[in-house]
Nanobody, 114 residues
Framework: VQLMESGGGLAQPGGSLTLSCTAS????????MSWYRQFPQKGREWVST????????YHSGSVKGRFTVSRDNAKNTLYLQMTNLKPEDTALYFC????????RGPGTRVTVSS
């Protein structure tokens, strides 16, 4: 299993970013996929999960209405569209397959600051 996140960077409050997670080494189209974030000096937080066919999507209360998870099974890619970003969204974002932390990628850093 290999997951690689990209798309992070610096955004202003109220801005938008779209993260990507490209997958290889397993059957992406049969796997639940999730996004998590790791805050500096704080714990890890679950962000969102999407089922294999993309019909069912779940988001944490802290991002609901602002972030949207999606996937393209033909491209083996998971996405996280983030809008109305807040400084408290600053974190390292990473994806996992089937909620297995052993599959996590290195992550992509998002910084929200004016």
């Amino acid at each position: 299993v290999q997951l690689m996140e990209s798309g992070g960077g610096l955004a202003q409050p109220g801005g938008s970013l779209t993260l990507s997670c490209t997958a290889s080494g397993f059957t992406f189209s049969s796997s639940d996929m999730s996004w998590y974030r790791q805050f500096p000096q704080k714990g890890r937080e679950w962000v969102s999960t999407i089922n294999p066919d993309g019909v069912h999507r779940y988001h944490s209360g802290s991002v609901k209405g602002r972030f949207t998870v999606s996937r393209d099974n033909a491209k083996n890619t998971l996405y996280l569209q983030m809008t109305n970003l807040k400084p408290e969204d600053t974190a390292l974002y990473f994806c996992t397959a089937n909620a297995d932390m052993a599959t996590r990628g290195p992550g992509t850093r998002v910084t929200v600051s004016s």
